[in-house]
């Protein structure tokens, strides 16, 4: 009896210990949930759910109205502290919005400009429509853009001149209707993926909107348009280009020498 009683007395610390070493290691792996997130951006990932029309439907069961950490919401990743180190950790900012064939079906809300830490964005393949907000040219963080296979409309230049950190950007099977691409020159010099495939886009390519394009540009496609005019000299400078997509379109006249 008094030796049993020693036993259990001694396993209990033990168990007591594994446990707490096994909540740690459980806790400790999956840190970056645990931080709440930034109020702002909780509050900018509610209104963009509040301006879909199904948005709190689809994703209910983890956009929770109550949670305190939108971290752990569907298709939304955070980011700890800038500073590093566990301790330093307060907020968590969002970094990913991937949300791509979740039928969406609405506007995408002038709130996600004010993620401002946000490097992917992916809404593509749903039902999202009307213009794009200009509001998300603010994303001087973004690396990827992509709201591809949506019926969204209206110019693109005002939402993406200022995504200067932007490396993919793919607008493709949308209505979008800009009319010249040089309202998009120089919004990035970093870009190497630009679709605009499938839109509506009219209007001359210009020499400033293709050149605005730097160095690192490896694939654009412009097929699927209403495109018409030359085509552009500086076209056939971007020399990292890969993959160059102009059918059906209605360009005229030669192609230049390059
Ligand atoms: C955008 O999303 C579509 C569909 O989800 C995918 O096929 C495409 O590769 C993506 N584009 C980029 C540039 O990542
Ligand atoms: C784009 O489409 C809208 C709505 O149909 C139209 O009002 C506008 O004039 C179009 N813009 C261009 C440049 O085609």
């Known amino acids: 009896m008094g030796a049993f009683r020693n036993k259990a007395a001694s396993f209990f610390p033990l168990a007591a210990c594994c446990a707490a070493f096994f909540l740690f290691s459980v806790v400790g792996s999956s840190s970056p949930t645990l931080a709440p997130c930034d109020s702002g951006d909780q509050q900018a990932l509610r209104e963009f759910a509040r301006s879909l029309?199904?948005?709190?439907?689809?994703?209910?069961?983890?956009?929770?109205?109550?949670?305190?950490?939108?971290?752990?919401?569907?298709?939304?990743?955070?980011?700890e502290g800038i500073n590093g180190g566990a301790a330093a950790?307060?907020?968590?900012?969002?970094?990913?919005?991937?949300?791509?064939?979740?039928?969406?079906?609405?506007?995408?809300?002038?709130?996600?400009?004010?993620?401002?830490?946000?490097?992917n964005l992916d809404l593509s393949r749903n039902f999202l429509r009307g213009a794009l907000p200009p509001e998300l040219s603010g994303?001087?963080?973004?690396?990827l853009l992509?709201?591809?296979?949506?019926?969204?409309?209206?110019?693109?230049?005002?939402?993406?001149?200022?995504?200067?950190s932007a490396r993919f950007?793919?607008?493709?099977?949308?209505?979008?209707?800009g009319t010249d691409l040089s309202e998009l020159g120089g919004f990035t010099r970093s870009i190497q993926v630009?679709?605009?495939?499938?839109?509506?886009?009219?209007?001359q390519i210009s020499d400033e909107g293709i050149s605005g394009c730097g160095a690192v540009l490896r694939e654009l496609y412009l097929d699927d348009n209403s495109f018409s005019g030359d085509l552009p000299g500086s076209l056939f400078d971007l020399a990292a280009?890969?993959?160059?997509?102009?059918?059906?379109?209605s360009f005229s006249g030669f192609c230049p020498r390059g």
């Open 53 to 79: 029309v199904n948005g709190w439907t689809v994703l209910s069961s983890t956009w929770s109205k109550e949670s305190s950490s939108c971290c752990s919401w569907e298709g939304v990743t955070c980011t």
């Open 241 to 249: 280009l890969e993959s160059l997509s102009l059918s059906s379109n």
């Open 194 to 203: 630009l679709d605009l495939s499938m839109n509506r886009f009219s209007g």
């Open 146 to 164: 992509n709201l591809s296979f949506n019926a969204l409309s209206g110019p693109v230049g005002p939402a993406i001149a200022g995504l200067t």
């Open 139 to 143: 994303l001087v963080q973004l690396h």
């Open 169 to 177: 950007i793919d607008l493709s099977s949308n209505y979008f209707n």
């Open 89 to 119: 950790v307060e907020v968590a900012r969002v970094t990913d919005l991937r949300l791509p064939g979740r039928g969406l079906d609405g506007f995408i809300s002038s709130s996600l400009g004010r993620l401002e830490q946000l490097a």
